[in-house]
């Protein structure tokens, strides 16, 4: 059992930063891979970005790539998203996700992650 909290969100003006950080409990996180997902208001949750368990490969939605960077500290049991450049069409709430030890590859899709955090807010103001 995997147990997520997210933290960090917050309001920011467009072109700002946030960092989100994403505690795991549980002595096998290491082991397991970690996604970012956001759910914007009247939409369908999507696929922000993803670390594999070593944080040696990274993926990232075609919308963030370039403004935002996924890492992880195994040692502190956290995956941290660093956003930059922050637009008004960031605003949702992010969710933190961890998948099992599977595929070397980072799954990108919400039905392969086994574990969710409640979600912060993340709000860009323009």
């Known amino acids: 059992q995997v147990l997520l909290v997210e933290s960090g969100g917050g309001l920011v003006q467009a072109g700002g930063s946030l960092r989100l950080s994403c505690a795991a409990s549980g002595p096998t996180f290491g082991t397991y891979a970690m996604g970012w997902f956001r759910r914007a208001p009247g939409k369908e949750r999507e696929f922000v970005a993803a670390?594999?368990?070593?944080?040696?490969?990274?993926r990232y939605s075609d919308s963030v790539q370039d403004r935002f960077t996924i890492s992880r500290d195994i040692a502190k049991n956290t995956v941290y998203l660093q956003m930059n450049s922050l637009k008004p069409e960031d605003t949702a709430v992010y969710y933190c996700a961890a998948d099992r030890p599977g595929p070397p590859r980072p799954p990108t899709h919400a039905y392969e992650y086994d574990y969710w955090g409640q979600g912060t807010q993340v709000t860009v103001s323009s």
């Open positions: 670390v594999s368990w070593s944080g040696g490969t990274a």
